[in-house]
């Protein structure tokens, strides 16, 4: 983890790098999956950098993606409930 970028700042790094319209703004209400801004190979990169900020391996067959991770502010309560548990 970089220390100097909040786990905001990185999300939206790793979003932004997989985002192929770089004119896009990516406000924390802005909706990734039904947009097609986040598509399969997004989520699944996504996936991988939760479980590297959590620590924690994800129960994908338990969680509906196209509900918690369709917005950054989604994204950042998902992370903070398994950083907490």
Do not use: C, Y
């Not at 620590?55 to 993606?65: F, I, M, V």
Request: proline fraction near 1%.
């Amino acid at each position: 983890m970089s220390g100097d970028m909040s786990i905001r700042d990185r999300l939206v790094r790793l979003l932004e790098e997989g985002t192929k319209d770089s004119v896009v703004e990516l406000g924390d209400d802005t909706s990734l999956i039904r947009s097609g801004l986040l598509d399969s190979l997004g989520l699944f990169r996504l996936a991988l950098w939760i479980e590297k900020e959590t620590g924690s391996r994800l129960d994908l067959e338990s969680l509906d993606p196209a509900k918690e991770w369709d917005s950054i502010e989604g994204i950042l309560t998902f992370v903070a409930k398994h950083l907490e548990g």
